[in-house]
């Protein structure tokens, strides 16, 4: 998947998180506005969470 952001000079964190509300994958986006992502992760419903300093947001995707 990938994830576009508006300020490259922010460092923001990025997790996935399972239905079951674990969390699968953490990282650090930092240096640039748009990151893909490549997540080994099995079928199912997850979310992406990402947070800076002054935005929050989540998106739901699911893994066929």
Not at 41 to 56: D, I, T
């Amino acid at each position: 998947f990938s994830i576009r952001l508006d300020d490259a000079s922010e460092k923001f964190s990025l997790e996935v998180i399972n239905v079951e509300g674990k969390v699968v994958y953490k990282s650090t986006l930092e240096g640039s506005t748009e990151f893909k992502q490549t997540l080994a992760l099995p079928s199912g419903m997850y979310y992406a969470r990402v947070q800076g300093k002054n935005v929050r947001g989540v998106k739901s995707f699911v893994v066929q």
